[in-house]
C-alpha cells in the first residue's frame, strides 16, 4: 500500500512541476511582447518589480 501512495505523490510532484514550468513559459513570452511593443526594457521591469512587490502591499 505504501508504494501505492508514494507513486501518486511523485505523480502529483511531477504535474505541479511542469504546471509550474508552463506558467513560466507563458509569462516570460508575455514579458518579451510587452518588451517588443514597448519598444524599451524598462516597461517590462517595472511590471515585473510590480507583481513581485505587490503581495507586500497587500498586507
Known amino acids: 500500500m505504501k508504494a501505492r501512495h508514494d507513486g501518486k505523490?511523485?505523480?502529483w510532484?511531477?504535474?505541479?512541476?511542469?504546471?509550474d514550468l508552463a506558467g513560466l513559459t507563458v509569462s516570460?513570452?508575455?514579458f518579451q511582447l510587452?518588451?517588443?511593443k514597448?519598444?524599451?526594457?524598462w516597461l517590462p521591469v517595472l511590471l515585473h518589480a510590480?507583481?513581485?512587490y505587490s503581495?507586500?502591499?497587500t498586507y
Not at 514597448?38 to 526594457?41: D, R
Open 13 to 19: 510532484g511531477i504535474l505541479l512541476t511542469l504546471a
Open 38 to 41: 514597448s519598444g524599451t526594457l
Open 50 to 52: 510590480f507583481l513581485d
Open 55 to 57: 503581495v507586500v502591499l
Open 9 to 11: 505523490r511523485l505523480l
Open 34 to 36: 510587452l518588451k517588443e
Open 28 to 30: 516570460g513570452c508575455l
